[in-house]
């Protein structure tokens, strides 16, 4: 029996044995460039490629502004029909995001399931959810997509009977009122559950804040090699593929710097150009990490095709989970694969490094520059321990980095490099924070 997730990804309609052929579909508007363009197809391809489909052709329009009832024009729409016919493709992909009523006139006219970059990409993170939260995350996106195109249901009789990529967003089974209102009642299921897995990280980072460890969290653009960094740094053992969101769950590893001081790093879900805001919305619990880290490791593929291009992009995406101002150390990865790419481009980054999270070459730089930009962001502070209380030394050990101890009469005068955290959980042993 399907679970209601499995359900309303219409998982029962796939058939991931017979892979569905694609036509990508692209307009060029007033301030695209042809090369743009090109690229963000390159990746749709990979895209439509990672959710389990094959592109068999691609169509580009030059338009001041998207028609209102196709978004392409209407020659454009008969040239695409003759394409889909002649190459038997299954289902159009648009790289733009249609609306629901031009996705809704472009199946009718067509006769097959037109979805756009947004349905693709909630495809992938519907494969690849693991977790409850993950899974709650992603259906919560999916139904929030859905919800305005139920209607769509009514007159093209589609995809139901197909699997795929289409099939999983095409109209179909759910055209009634109980249908929509079964979805709210979903959304708002989803939403609570998501609230309280909230609550509950709140709790978990309140006693890790105790702990006083600094935190660092890993982002980047999808591929990058992020969870590849984790697992060379600590035996996190997360699962790295040459796949396209492959990790949608966040995992965390201590991991003890050059000056031994440990901190917490978390590998985080991968971003891409023009990621779904329904997306980041309903991940939001999870991309909680990186706003609140202490500091960002923003790892880049150095053999991508634009690794500026996609530098730009994971930084939007920062900025919408309000974790631009967060610090963030860039690491240029697969320095194996692409030497020279990496060299240059750690060049025209002032304070990035190179590393290859496979060989290794590169990590030991990566990881004294990670410790000394933190030491930047913790400071210097002096305390007063009376003799008999060893567990406060030993926290003082545990946490920061011990300057310099001296006896005194009422106790053991201690100079330590302590996080924000770690100070403020002392601050009755504190006599003095002189230098930051
Ligand atoms: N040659 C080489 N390959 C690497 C390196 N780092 C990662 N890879 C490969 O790049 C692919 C993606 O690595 P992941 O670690 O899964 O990338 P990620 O950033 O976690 O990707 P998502 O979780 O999908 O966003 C895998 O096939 C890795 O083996 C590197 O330094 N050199
Ligand atoms: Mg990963």
Excluded at 403 to 411: A, F, K, N, Q
Aim: charge should be negative; aromatic fraction near 4%; include cysteine.
């Amino acid at each position: 029996m399907n679970t209601p997730y499995q359900e309303s990804l219409g998982a029962s309609l796939i058939d991931r044995t017979i892979r569905e052929k694609i036509v990508l579909v692209s307009v060029l508007l007033p301030g695209d460039t042809d090369e743009s363009v090109e690229a963000s197809l390159d990746e749709l391809e990979l895209l439509v490629d990672t959710a389990g489909a094959d592109v068999v052709a691609r169509l580009v329009q030059r338009r001041s502004a998207p028609d209102h009832t196709w978004y392409i024009g209407k020659g454009k729409v008969d040239e695409l029909k003759e394409v889909c016919l002649a190459l038997d493709a299954d289902t159009v992909v648009f790289d733009n995001n249609l609306a629901p009523a031009q996705q809704f006139n472009l199946e009718k006219v067509l006769g097959r399931t037109a979805i756009d970059r947004t349905a693709v990409i909630l495809d992938i993170f519907g494969q690849n959810a693991h977790t409850l939260e993950g899974k709650a995350q992603v259906e919560l996106a999916l139904l929030r997509y859905r919800l305005p195109r139920l209607r769509r249901g009514k007159d093209a009789k589609l995809s139901q009977q197909r699997g795929g990529v289409g099939g999983r967003f095409g109209g179909g089974e759910t055209k009634t009122e109980v249908d929509r209102r079964r979805i709210m009642r979903r959304i708002t299921k989803l939403e609570h559950d998501l609230r309280s897995l909230a609550d509950t990280r709140d709790l978990q980072r309140k006693s890790r804040g105790r702990s006083g460890l600094a935190t660092v969290a890993i982002v980047g653009y999808t591929n990058a090699g992020k969870s590849t960094l984790l697992n060379q740094l600590t035996d996190a053992g997360v699962l790295t593929e040459d796949r396209l969101f492959a990790t949608l769950d966040p995992t965390t590893r201590r991991l003890a710097l050059s000056g031994g001081e440990p901190v917490l790093l978390t590998d985080t879900v991968g971003f891409v150009r023009r990621l779904p805001h329904g997306l980041i919305e309903a991940f939001k619990g999870t991309l909680e990490v990186a706003a609140l880290a202490d500091y960002l490791v923003h790892v880049v593929d150095s053999s991508a095709a634009d690794p500026e291009g996609q530098i730009a992009a994971v930084r939007v995406v920062l900025g919408e989970i309000n974790a631009a101002e967060v610090p963030e150390l860039i690491v240029f990865n697969k320095c194996d694969l692409a030497p020279l790419d990496a060299d240059r481009l750690k060049a025209e980054h002032v304070g990035s490094v190179a590393v290859s999270s496979v060989t290794g070459e590169g990590i030991e730089l990566f990881l004294r520059t990670l410790a000394d930009r933190l030491r930047a962001i913790t400071k210097i502070v002096e305390l007063d321990i009376p003799y008999d209380r060893g567990d406060v030394i030993a926290s003082v050990h545990r946490e920061g980095e011990v300057v310099s101890t001296t006896e005194s009469e009422s106790g053991l005068r201690v100079r330590a490099r302590l996080s924000e955290a770690s100070a403020g959980r002392l601050s009755e042993f504190v006599v003095s924070s002189p230098t930051a």
